[in-house]
């Protein structure tokens, strides 16, 4: 498997493309002003305790408080009492960490069981266990890893330092290489201990890398042929962590200093444009209608216009197949999580049910993101589920559209401003002209003229040409057009 990370810097934002053999497979988005927060570390302040939830609310510092579950509070010596009343009262100071962002109106989810990733191993403090990540199959490199990591804390004297979790990027790893990760982390964990001990609730300890750093961490593997930044300034930055963390992939990542914007080498935009459509067409005529509700996502199968050439059994296995194919592919393109039912065509013969089920368990082994396939309903559903920590594509780039009442979505004028600038770059490098005119709905325009001012007058200088605006009345929100001048 050929596989290449373009990653794409601006000032406002920065956006990664997970491409293998030329495909597109899953893209992320993270905007200056809106980064996520999951894996952060934060000295918060209980404000509310809810008994009959057996739950909390902690002022963690963002506009929403934030939800922690019993369960996911760890006792400590002194606690008294029974359920969540025992473990934590309103005004306390306690010390957690964002597992799941902010999503809709749900505040975001925390645990107080920290833990801290580096390139091989997650380091746990309150730990003592060392775990191996389930992808790792065979028996003696689970072992040898295991072996490895006792070894190196034993030299080290951090026997009863914490856990560890070895993760899949490890298979194979050399000593050498998991000794630096371990005295990375419990370097890292000791600047956190002593912010702990000095900070004052709300405030955030600890922060999770950016997404260029955290994608070289989490997704470039031995595979990975290619890492290519548009950005010299990040470039530089990458380099460094790779050089410190990774140098086995320091010769794989390198600037991409084309003209032609790096996204457009994969036809990458189209592919983000697609990924936000409801249906997905299949290349045999059949096409999936995807719907995310507010409790699952629920994925159609349908044949359309392919009537196969044999019988109609033979018909809807194959597009079933392609199916699976396809929607193990969407769901990490569009970064879907928790419940997912997908209603395949019904099969009358068992052998087919069999295969088509064990293609979407294949191409499953192949997302970063943890899913389980729970089986087939009743009814002939199959059930699965994918962990969801940050927001969907659609709701990174989308929001709900007024003119349908929420039902479907449209592009924010922020995410319309952003396509205009890279359009603009683009007519600047393919055509001679002496300015630009754009035209746009009044939402987009004013955002041009007002938060945008500055990067407006950034592209100006960079093309070397003036920018006007005019606003079309009759134009949606999503629509706009750059005519050369």
Not at 148 to 153: D, F, I, N, P, S
């Amino acid at each position: 498997m050929s596989e290449e990370i373009l990653i794409n810097i601006t000032p406002m934002e920065s956006r990664v493309a997970v491409v293998e053999n030329g495909v597109l497979q899953e893209v992320h988005v993270e905007r200056t002003q809106r980064r996520g927060i999951v894996g952060n570390i934060y000295k918060g302040k209980v404000v509310r305790v809810l008994p009959g939830m057996q739950a909390a609310f902690v002022d963690i510092g963002l506009s929403r408080a934030a939800f922690i579950h019993a369960a996911d509070i760890a006792a400590r010596e002194g606690m008294t009492g029974e359920g969540i009343s025992g473990l934590v009262h309103e005004g306390q100071a306690i010390v957690v960490q964002v597992t799941k962002d902010p999503i809709g109106s749900k505040g975001a989810r925390l645990t107080t069981n920290l833990s801290i990733p580096s390139r091989y191993l997650v380091y746990m403090p309150s730990s003592s266990h060392i775990g191996v990540s389930l992808k790792i199959e065979e028996e003696a490199e689970r072992e040898r890893l295991k072996q490895a990591v006792t070894e190196c804390l034993a030299k080290e004297g951090l026997e009863d330092k914490g856990g560890f979790i070895i993760r899949t990027a490890t298979e194979g790893a050399d000593p050498d290489a998991i000794m630096v990760d371990i005295r990375y982390l419990h370097r890292l964990w000791a600047q956190v201990r002593e912010q702990m001990k000095v900070c004052a609730a709300p405030t955030v300890i600890y922060e999770e890398l950016s997404l260029p750093l955290r994608t070289l961490r989490d997704l470039a593997a031995e595979h990975t042929e290619k890492v290519r930044i548009d950005s010299r300034e990040m470039l530089q930055k990458a380099q460094q962590f790779v050089g410190e963390l990774m140098p086995e992939i320091s010769d794989r990542v390198e600037h991409y200093p084309g003209e032609r914007p790096i996204f457009d080498l994969y036809s990458i935009e189209d592919e983000i444009q697609k990924a936000l459509e409801r249906k997905v067409p299949l290349k045999s005529g059949g096409h999936l209608v995807i719907d995310p509700t507010e409790a699952m996502t629920t994925i159609d199968v349908n044949t359309g216009a392919f009537v196969g050439h044999r019988n109609l059994e033979e018909t809807v296995f194959k597009t079933n197949l392609e199916a699976a194919l396809t929607i193990a592919r969407q769901l990490r393109l569009r970064n879907v999580g928790g419940i997912i039912i997908i209603d395949f065509i019904d099969m009358e013969d068992e052998e087919h049910r069999r295969q088509v089920l064990r293609t979407l368990e294949r191409q499953l082994e192949r997302d970063y993101a943890k899913t389980n396939i729970i089986g087939i309903t009743e009814l002939g559903l199959v059930q699965m589920t994918r962990k969801r920590t940050r927001e969907s594509l659609a709701q990174v780039l989308c929001e709900p559209c007024v003119t349908c009442q929420g039902r479907g979505h449209m592009r924010t004028a922020e995410t319309i401003c952003y396509e205009i600038f890279r359009e603009i770059i683009r007519e600047a490098r393919t055509f001679q002209a002496d300015g630009y005119m754009v035209l746009a709905n009044q939402s987009v325009v004013d955002r041009l003229l007002d938060e945008e001012s500055g990067n407006v007058a950034d592209l100006e200088s960079f093309i070397g040409h003036p920018i006007r605006f005019q606003v079309e009345s009759m134009y949606s929100q999503e629509q706009y057009d750059v005519v050369l001048l």
